[in-house]
């Protein structure tokens, strides 16, 4: 049985979950902290078997399959396989258009 995965966070990763989380310690700090560590405990079981997750279907559309994406309702925790990493790249809220928040992240 191999070790795993690390599992790596972008900083633009961080900076999407720090966003929520002091979104939501608005109003409840207690909630954001459970919000918080079920996020991170998501994202730290990509340790084994990443492929499980499903391709992003908006990349997927456009022939791009190297991006997964593990849902943690109702957001997306985007990352990208490499051979001894998993590199979280984003955290996003699904209800937003994933596809105009990757153009503008692209364009800046």
Known sequence: MSQGYKVAWA?????????????????????????????????????????RCRIVSELKDQGILQYRELIVPPWRIVFRISEIKIYVLSVLDSRRNIEDVLLNRLIK
């Open 11 to 51: 900083r633009v990763a961080e900076n999407d979950l720090k966003e929520i989380i002091d979104y939501i310690a608005i109003d409840s700090p207690a909630n954001a902290l459970k919000i918080f560590q079920k996020i991170k405990k998501k994202a730290s079981g990509l340790y084994t078997m990443p492929e």
